[in-house]
């Protein structure tokens, strides 16, 4: 009898764990596991935020795929996906194509922009390793300029970041701490850096609780940084932005500004034929797409609806991990020939938010508030559970923080 094939593009949160799952799960002569990825690594994407403030070495969030996946058990084939073609069961990739029984799209990602002019071309995007390693050496390098230049340019030590949520308020908070790292180091006074944080929105944080918002922007203010609410980005330019509040524009003049507010699903997704919703599949209870029984879509490319606010999910990791969970059960009762499979039913475990590796908030075991260094210990025991879920306890003596 013929093994059916199972392959899962992507190997971000959704897509490793859905990887490592299986190979638990299933024997080798129940089905061939085949793991579709760019690169040889999987990245923690919660962790980019440092790697481009400069706290954090890449490499501490690079985890090299064959550190966790057994290859005795699951091929690893390292290439770009252009397309799927769901009507013939196969994908497409640039160096080849490869067919299925049973798919698991898992591909992460891309910055939604919100069709605001010159974003694309002249923001920073934090997408993955290498745009977080060129955020970070970009800023540096302007902090190096800045006194070697034959006049005053202040736009070099202007940082400007759009967008208040979790990604943007975690990264300005790290770029807080190594401001002061950068001023020491090429005779800079902190006075003459401004680290601002534009936010279309009214509050920081939206929809978290507003007594943490509030400790979180004190304390980052008392670091410097600037806070712009209610302020829409309507262009971004070679010079900087302009920027809207009231009616009222104004231009902020600044070689270092970085996009980091909202994302949508993967668009490969979307040109391939899946029906979205802003970028998103809206999958069924099981996560499969909608039309098609052999397909599940799971991570960032999945929309689930919270059914008690009729509002969607955020994107995070801890969803990402708990769908491939799903995921993997699904398809080892698919390949054993059951067609019971699991609904999934997110189990929201809590929220924490850096402020910098010093300071942070949280909600926690259903509705507790942590604050300061409670938060930032809860925060290393979240990103410790996730890479002992990945690869026991060797990976978080490797990878982990202490």
């Not at 340019?153 to 949520?165: N, S």
Request: net charge negative.
């Amino acid at each position: 009898m013929k093994k059916p094939r199972i392959v899962i593009l992507g190997a971000g949160y959704g897509g490793m764990m859905t990887t490592v799952n299986l190979q638990k799960m299933l024997g080798t002569n129940e089905a061939n596991i085949t793991l579709v990825n760019k690169h040889d690594y999987h990245y923690q994407t919660t962790w980019l935020h440092e790697n481009s403030a400069g706290t954090l070495h890449h490499d501490r969030t690079r985890i090299p795929i064959k550190d966790v996946v057994d290859f005795n058990k699951v091929d690893f084939v390292q290439d770009t996906v252009v397309s799927i073609k769901a009507d013939e069961k196969k994908v497409q990739l640039e160096n080849g194509e490869l067919e299925y029984d049973y798919l698991v799209v898992a591909l992460g990602f891309e910055p939604a922009t919100f069709g605001i002019k010159g974003l694309e071309e002249n923001a920073f995007m934090i997408t993955n390793i290498n745009s977080a390693r060129l955020i970070r050496d970009h800023i540096e390098y302007n902090f190096a300029r800045y006194n070697n230049e034959n006049e005053e340019r202040p736009e070099l030590l202007t940082i400007v970041v759009g967008g208040a949520g979790f990604t943007g308020i975690e990264f300005v908070g790290e770029l807080a701490n190594r401001v002061e790292e950068l001023c020491r180091e090429y005779d800079i006074d902190r006075d003459q850096v401004r680290l601002i944080n534009v936010e279309a929105g009214p509050t920081a944080l939206a929809g978290f609780d507003p007594e943490l918002v509030e400790y979180a922007m004190n304390r980052l203010e008392a670091k410097g940084v600037e806070f712009k609410l209610g302020t829409m980005i309507k262009e971004c330019t070679e010079e900087g932005i302009i920027v809207e509040k009231d009616g009222e524009q104004e231009e902020i003049k600044s070689k270092n500004v970085i996009w980091a507010a909202g994302v949508r699903g993967n668009s490969i997704v979307e040109k391939s034929g899946f029906e979205v919703n802003r970028g998103r599949v809206p999958v069924r209870d099981d996560l499969r797409a909608p039309n098609d029984d052999d397909v599940f879509i799971i991570g960032d490319c999945a929309l689930v609806f919270n059914k008690e606010t009729e509002r969607p999910y955020p994107p995070t990791a801890q969803i990402a991990i708990q769908m491939a969970e799903t995921t993997a059960a699904n398809l080892k009762a698919l390949v054993r020939g059951s067609h019971e499979l699991e609904s999934f039913e997110p189990d929201i475990k809590g929220t924490v938010a850096s402020l910098g590796e010093d300071d942070a908030i949280g909600v926690v075991f259903n509705g507790k508030k942590l604050y300061g260094w409670r938060a930032v210990f809860m925060k290393k025991i979240i990103d410790n559970r996730y890479l002992f879920k990945l690869g026991g306890l060797g990976l978080v003596l490797k990878k982990g923080k202490f």
